[in-house]
């Protein structure tokens, strides 16, 4: 049974840093490119940031560059998400995902989903 388990949300105020974690298994960790989804209130999910484990590429949507940092652990099966000077807008139901190699920013072409992880950022 494939599994990511996402945790580390939380309520932040603004400005202040999340680090979120997603732990896969089930899965051939090498073969697939992790990231992060979010969907807003009233919004569609949007592609957040990813790593390709295959060769290491990142991808991280405009709206979070120089703020959000992704990585991973082999050795945990586990990719993280560091995220600072966190905005209002950022506030979100954070969904780890899973893609065949490479990062996608389409919802359609993503293999697994974990369960969401709320971050709330007050103003």
């Known amino acids: 049974e494939v599994q990511l388990q996402a945790s580390g949300g939380g309520l932040v105020q603004a400005g202040g840093s999340l680090s979120l974690s997603c732990e896969a298994s089930?899965?051939?960790?090498?073969?697939?490119?992790i990231g992060w989804f979010r969907q807003a209130p009233g919004k569609g999910r949007e592609g957040v940031s990813c790593i390709s484990r295959s060769d290491g590429t990142t991808y991280y949507a405009d709206s979070v560059k120089g703020r959000f940092t992704i990585s991973s652990d082999d050795a945990k099966n586990t990719v993280y998400l560091q995220m600072n000077n966190l905005k209002p807008e950022d506030t979100a139901i954070y969904y780890c995902t899973a893609a065949a190699v490479f990062c996608t920013i389409q919802v359609s072409e993503i293999h697994y989903w974990g369960q969401g992880t709320l971050v709330t950022v007050s103003s």
């Open positions: 089930g899965i051939t960790f090498d073969d697939y490119a």
